[in-house]
């Protein structure tokens, strides 16, 4: 008896968090673009992409050259709509998540934020020119996460995530270019240590402050706060944002840190939150973007067999793990055939 509920039980765990038992099983040499899937595409929700767009964008600001498009003299959607500045970014980010390095919807995505920088480097040819400040966010989006949980005491992603992580964004490399020269980007690292080391000395260079880094910032955490939390704890989000920043961050902003002990209460509770949601709180079946288009969907028409069919394979709303999709398209199939022969 005991065995049978130690097996149940052992099963439903397995069920419940199917993530890592599928990653265990793929090369991530060859399967990189469905391990970053996996990684990155499922436990998020609105929530947690605007707390990492909170903790990572202004990474990406610290130069005064950086900071002149987005901000692009006080009109910029980072303080005009900082909101639709945050979901943009998320949003984006998360088809390249769900479609692939390799699929023809990233590199159309990828696509309309070239053309979108060649727009800005007409004003501003300076800031886009430089090849480093494309590999850095390249970089920062491959082990950003990584340092994060680092930053909060977690031991960090898997080997196999991180060998994922470098093949994965060395193809998002050849898809941007240059906006200034219209050149391919080069130099992005072969290795998760190289990916890092790139990071660290990138941020080790000296570089004055600028009169638009603290608005900016602020701007940042407070659409962050406004969207999530009462007025009253306004305050606390600011601290909790704050704790998470490296020190470059503190001092290219000008930031007040909080002290030792709430800095490092706000970023053990950082540490249970990313926690619980990777080994407590059951994996979900669907991605980000899956989630985010059933909801657009209207809901009083309920479609037809024969519309069903009409609908092209990757638009059917299926869940579960991606690599047993194929059999339930089948499946799908299957049904709606037995229900064209047997006519009610």
């Given at each position: 008896m005991a065995a049978s509920l130690y097996k149940y039980k052992r099963v439903f765990a397995m069920a419940r968090h199917w993530i890592a038992k599928?990653?265990?099983?793929?090369?991530?040499?060859?399967?990189?673009?469905e391990i970053w899937k996996l990684a990155t595409a499922y436990r998020p929700t609105d929530f947690i992409m605007n707390l990492i767009y909170a903790v990572t964008f202004p990474h990406f600001f610290v130069r005064r050259l950086d900071a002149l498009p987005l901000f692009d003299g006080g009109t910029g959607k980072i303080l005009s709509k900082p909101d639709a500045r945050s979901d943009d970014t998320s949003w984006k980010m998360q088809v390249w998540w769900h479609y692939g390095s390799e699929?023809?919807?990233?590199?159309?995505?990828?696509?309309?934020?070239?053309?979108?920088?060649?727009?800005?480097?007409?004003?501003?040819?300076?800031?886009?020119?430089?090849?480093?400040?494309?590999?850095?966010?390249?970089?920062?989006?491959?082990?950003?996460?990584?340092r994060l949980m680092l930053r909060v005491g977690l031991k960090g992603i898997s080997e196999k995530e991180k060998v994922a992580a470098v093949h994965y964004w060395a193809n998002m490399a050849t898809i941007f270019r240059n906006a200034?020269?219209?050149?391919?980007?080069?130099?992005?690292?072969?290795?998760?240590?190289?990916?890092?080391?790139?990071?660290?000395?990138?941020?080790?260079e000296v570089v004055p402050k600028h009169e638009m880094g603290m608005p900016a910032a602020n701007a940042i955490i407070q659409q962050f706060a406004d969207k999530y939390f009462h007025s009253l704890l306004h305050p606390l989000v600011f601290k909790w944002i704050i704790s998470?920043?490296?020190?470059?961050?503190?001092?290219?902003?000008?930031?007040?840190?909080?002290?030792?002990?709430?800095?490092?209460?706000?970023?053990?509770?950082?540490?249970?939150f990313l926690w619980a949601g990777e080994h407590i709180a059951p994996d979900?079946?669907?991605?980000?973007?899956?989630?985010?288009?059933?909801?657009?969907?209207?809901?009083?028409?309920?479609?037809t067999a024969s519309s069903r069919r009409d609908s092209a394979?990757?638009?059917?709303?299926?869940?579960?793990?991606?690599?047993?999709?194929?059999?339930?398209?089948?499946?799908?199939?299957?049904?709606?055939?037995?229900e064209d022969q047997n006519p009610q």
């Open positions: 599928r990653i265990n099983q793929l090369d991530p040499t060859l399967d990189y673009d699929h023809e919807k990233t590199r159309q995505n990828v696509e309309s934020i070239n053309r979108i920088h060649e727009h800005y480097a007409k004003s501003y040819p300076d800031s886009f020119e430089r090849n480093g400040t494309y590999i850095y966010t390249l970089c920062y989006e491959a082990a950003g996460m990584h200034t020269s219209g050149a391919a980007l080069t130099g992005f690292p072969d290795t998760f240590e190289g990916i890092m080391d790139f990071m660290d000395t990138w941020e080790s998470l920043y490296p020190d470059h961050l503190i001092g290219a902003y000008d930031l007040m840190r909080p002290g030792k002990l709430t800095v490092k209460a706000l970023r053990l509770l950082t540490a249970c979900p079946t669907d991605t980000f973007t899956e989630r985010r288009k059933a909801a657009s969907r209207p809901t009083s028409i309920t479609p394979p990757d638009d059917i709303p299926l869940s579960g793990c991606p690599h047993l999709r194929q059999q339930q398209r089948l499946k799908a199939a299957g049904s709606e055939l037995k």
